[in-house]
């Protein structure tokens, strides 16, 4: 079960990057993707990893936290097993590994022990 994470890079404060997760594999352990709740996750240097944004199986339900709410969407494609998070107006503050996550759920949690897979983590760097 792997969740690969791509897209990430350097972009000035004001501009815009598409992060993209990819599942591999048919299924995820026995079980297809739409079965998964996704989120976003980042981790700045010397803090803890913290919730982005997550999406429903079907991706009818988001959730944001409040610094990324407008600017960020988080979106899927089950037939494809891709999850995107883009990443509009950056900010310095902004600057952090990104990482994918799966949960076995039909609901968003945000606390980082309720996601079961990950993937390895995109750096974005925003510059002043």
């Known amino acids: 079960v792997q969740l690969q994470a791509s897209g990430g890079g350097l972009v000035q404060a004001g501009g815009s990057l598409r992060l993209s997760c990819a599942a591999s594999?048919?299924?995820?352990?026995?079980?297809?993707?739409?079965?998964?709740?996704m989120g976003w996750f980042r981790q700045a240097p010397g803090k803890e990893r913290e919730f982005v944004a997550g999406?429903?199986?079907?991706?009818?339900?988001?959730y944001y936290v409040d610094p990324v709410k407008g600017r960020f969407t988080i979106s899927r494609d089950n037939r494809a097993k891709m999850v995107y998070l883009q990443m509009n107006s950056l900010k310095p503050e902004d600057t952090a590994v990104y990482y994918c996550?799966?949960?076995?759920?039909?609901?968003?949690?945000?606390?980082?022990?309720?996601?079961?897979?990950w993937g390895q983590g995109t750096l974005v760097t925003v510059s002043s």
């Open positions: 594999g048919r299924t995820f352990n026995g079980r297809t993707f739409n079965s998964y709740t």
């Open positions: 999406i429903s199986w079907s991706g009818g339900a988001t």
């Open positions: 996550a799966a949960r076995l759920s039909r609901t968003i949690a945000t606390m980082r022990g309720e996601y079961d897979y």
